[in-house]
């Protein structure tokens, strides 16, 4: 008979293999992987993941911006808005033959069978004033008189309303029928905004502060006066005038020895603030001195005159700012010297009530001074343009489109104004 013989396992116990005491724990129950050891590998696995995200992103997102660049501009320049027509509609006597608008006005073309007058123009519902802007009716100042059987232009201009893309605008218009009654009609109309400003002068905006304006373009009488003040011209001397030649040109007055212009005084010429401007180019060079542009005096007195100093080489507007002795003077000299043989706009201000004066040169301050004395000289004398009360020393050059206002135009007005003048030829 075979005797069994057990065999044991190689595993199947520490002690039979000989093994130390303190691994016999752990031989029958084995430790675990660390639980760190895990959480590493997921770490590894999400970042992964999220590096391939992110080079998603940055392979696309790429295109996406540039597909939203592209969407955007063409919104911008209108492809999903395109224009409308214009559209302007005025009842009878009246035909809207054109409709304009700019960034800063809106200009009607109206044919009229009636006497009639503009009372007002609306711009998005609100008065032309209300975006101190100016009614004007072919150019005529402050009158706003249609011409029968003829075409003419009525805007709103210098509005310090900037407009997107459509502007819409409402006419007031009063009429005389032909029996006499006065009825008031309104048109309306709605246009696109094109590019550009409109370039109404100064002079013929009607402003209600302008004591006189001074332009050459109306040949008759060598001038045109626009003044609601009742200022007169007195007399001029050897007036030379380069006549209008075409659209967009101006007639100028020449200054030269012998050459001005003597305006008579009116009370309106005298007040506590005051304001000069024009459109001045210089001749050749003389021999230094004060050469007289705009001048309030008489043989005795002196209240204000804007200059040219040929010593200096800059403009210099000097006001008399007491009333009597010892007088004080306020010198106002531009802060750079002015070429020769071009053309500079011009607007000199002063405050008597506080003191201050400021001279701008083509939209741009450039000077300041102040009297000893607040206050500004107000005698019963006139004004020469060209020369002074002693007609022996005469500005040399050129000179157009000269105001006189008895408010102080602000440096914003100056800006407007010198962007939509142009320079005469």
Same mark, same amino acid.
């Given at each position: 008979m075979k005797k069994r013989v057990k %065999?044991?396992?190689? @595993?199947? @116990?520490?002690?039979?293999?000989?093994? $130390?005491?303190?691994? !016999?724990?752990?031989?029958?129950?084995? $430790?675990?992987?660390?639980?760190?050891?895990?959480f590493g590998y997921k770490i590894k696995?999400?970042?992964?993941?999220?590096?391939?995200?992110m080079e998603y992103i940055l392979t696309y997102g790429w295109a996406v911006l540039i597909i939203l660049f592209a969407l955007s501009s063409l919104f911008y320049i209108g492809v999903f808005e395109p224009k409308t027509p214009n559209r302007c509609i005025i009842n009878a006597p009246f035909i809207c033959n054109d409709i304009k608008a700019y960034?800063?006005?809106?200009? =009607?073309?109206?044919?009229?069978?009636?006497?009639? *007058?503009? *009372?007002?123009?609306?711009?998005?519902? +609100?008065?032309?004033?209300?975006?101190?802007?100016?009614?004007?009716?072919?150019?005529?100042?402050?009158?706003?008189?249609?011409?029968?059987?003829?075409?003419?232009?009525?805007?709103?201009?210098?509005?310090?309303?900037?407009?997107?893309?459509?502007? @819409?605008? /409402? &006419?007031?218009?009063n009429y005389q029928s032909d @029996?006499?009654?006065? !009825?008031?009609?309104?048109?309306?109309?709605?246009?696109?905004?094109?590019e550009g400003v409109d370039r109404t002068d100064y002079i013929d905006l009607g402003d209600p502060e302008m004591i006189f304006g001074l332009d050459f373009d109306d040949m008759n009488n060598g001038f045109k006066v626009t003044s609601i003040y009742g200022i007169s011209m007195l007399s001029h001397s050897n007036l030379q005038l380069v006549p209008k030649l075409g659209i967009g040109q101006s007639a100028k007055f020449i200054a030269a020895n012998g050459d001005y212009i003597e305006m008579g005084?009116?009370?309106?010429?005298?007040?506590?603030?005051?304001?000069? /401007?024009?459109?001045?180019?210089?001749?050749?060079? =003389?021999p230094p001195m004060e050469r007289p542009i705009f001048v309030k005096e008489d043989a005795t007195r002196f209240d204000y005159g804007f200059y040219?100093?040929?010593? *200096?080489?800059?403009?210099?507007?000097?006001?008399r700012t007491t009333t009597t002795p010892p007088y004080? =003077?306020? =010198?106002?000299?531009?802060?750079?010297?002015? /070429?020769? /043989?071009?053309?500079?706009?011009? %607007?000199?201000?002063?405050?008597?009530?506080?003191?201050?004066?400021?001279?701008?040169?083509?939209?741009?301050?450039?000077?300041?001074g102040a009297g000893c004395a607040p206050g500004i000289a107000k005698s019963a004398v006139g004004?020469?343009?060209?020369?002074?009360?002693?007609?022996?020393?005469?500005? +040399?050059?050129?000179?157009?489109? &000269?105001?006189?206002?008895k408010k102080i135009l602000s440096p914003d007005e100056v800006r407007e104004h010198y962007q939509h003048y142009t320079p005469p030829s």
């Open positions: %065999v044991r396992s190689k @595993s199947s @116990s520490a002690k039979s293999l000989n093994l $130390p005491k303190h691994m !016999h724990t752990h031989f029958h129950n084995p $430790p675990k992987p660390h639980k760190g050891i895990l696995f999400f970042v992964k993941k999220a590096q391939t995200g960034d800063d006005a809106v200009i =009607y073309t109206i044919s009229s069978k009636n006497p009639a *007058t503009v *009372t007002d123009i609306l711009v998005n519902g +609100q008065s032309c004033s209300s975006y101190n802007g100016y009614v004007v009716v072919n150019n005529q100042g402050d009158i706003r008189d249609l011409n029968q059987n003829s075409q003419n232009e009525v805007k709103c201009t210098q509005m310090n309303q900037k407009f997107y893309k459509k502007a @819409s605008s /409402e &006419i007031v218009l @029996s006499g009654v006065i !009825h008031s009609i309104s048109g309306s109309s709605s246009a696109n905004i094109e005084h009116s009370p309106n010429l005298n007040n506590d603030v005051l304001t000069v /401007e024009f459109l001045v180019k210089l001749g050749d060079p =003389y040219y100093d040929e010593g *200096t080489r800059k403009f210099l507007l000097k006001v004080c =003077y306020a =010198y106002i000299y531009s802060n750079n010297e002015v /070429e020769f /043989e071009r053309w500079y706009h011009v %607007v000199g201000t002063f405050d008597g009530n506080n003191n201050i004066g400021y001279l701008y040169i083509d939209g741009e301050r450039a000077g300041d004004i020469f343009i060209g020369s002074d009360s002693r007609k022996n020393v005469f500005f +040399q050059g050129t000179l157009d489109s &000269i105001a006189l206002y």
